[in-house]
């Protein structure tokens, strides 16, 4: 069976984002607020344009596999939005700029317990939680462990080395080569759907399906044919991503005040 570029896409964003937001131990996520900020409605919207059809003369397949090239193509891009976690079996919720130098910035949520922020500059990793958060991953240890856990780290940024073992998985997540490492040299069966638009962007729409599982792919008809979303309407791995802000800079950088070093303390 062939694996469709949207699969590749999904599953590779999936299984990077479950090592990373389901790490209950000592540390957390942590980012950058730019990422958290006003987020664009991401809902396409059907456009009622005549113009001349885009990508005339491609199949589906073919779209895709553009798509896929210049969405691994980028140096850096920002994805958003919600895919499955296997460890706790809810959902992790996601708001990340990340490039191909291993620098990312922005928030993540499990379960829509508490959020977590992450940046990683050089190879330093930064992160903050908030209490839901921490109570939340700390589930089933005790009580005085939590409240000491909670005392100490929350609202407070904190650093670790990225080569450490508790941040090299981190570490990974924020390299978009890792993130997408997966998804090129694709051969897609897609099949070509309507256009419309993502955030203002002109877009057309690709299905793809792999065995039971069924993805909808819409890319972008002007300039670079970026990856815009990806829908999951899989029973078992249901979420919605989107991708956005293609070559831009990442908006890294070292948290300003104090900082609490988790390796000093041997967290």
């Not at 399906?209 to 300039?223: F, M």
Request: charged share 30%; aromatic share 4%.
């Amino acid at each position: 069976m062939r694996r469709t570029a949207l699969a590749a896409l999904c599953l590779t964003a999936a299984t990077t984002l479950a090592l990373t937001g389901c790490q209950s131990d000592q540390s957390g996520r942590s980012g950058k607020d730019k990422a958290d900020g006003k987020a664009r409605s991401s809902s396409p919207s059907s456009s009622p344009s005549k113009a001349k059809e885009p990508f005339a003369g491609l199949t589906g397949g073919e779209i895709a596999d553009r798509a896929v090239e210049a969405t691994t193509g980028a140096s850096s891009l920002r994805m958003k939005g919600d895919v499955p976690d296997d460890g706790s079996g809810g959902t992790i919720e996601i708001d990340m700029a990340l490039n191909k130098q291993g620098e990312c910035a922005g928030t993540m949520s499990v379960g829509g317990q508490g959020k977590a922020d992450l940046i990683k500059v050089g190879d330093t990793v930064y992160m903050k939680y908030d209490e839901a958060f921490l109570r939340a991953q700390s589930k089933g240890e005790k009580k005085s462990d939590v409240d000491a856990a909670v005392a100490l780290l929350a609202g407070k940024w904190t650093k670790m080395s990225a080569k450490g073992e508790d941040a090299k998985e981190i570490a990974g997540f924020c390299d978009l080569d890792t993130v997408l490492g997966d998804a090129d040299d694709v051969d897609s069966d897609s099949s070509r759907g309507k256009t419309t638009t993502v955030d203002g962007t002109p877009a057309i729409v690709l299905h793809e399906q792999d065995g039971k599982e069924r993805y909808t792919l819409y890319v972008a008809t002007e300039g670079k044919p970026y990856l815009l979303r990806v829908d999951s309407a899989s029973a078992s791995d249901p979420g919605t991503l989107t991708f956005s802000e293609y070559d831009e800079p990442v908006p890294a950088q070292k948290p300003s005040g104090e900082i609490l070093d988790l390796d000093a303390l041997g967290a």
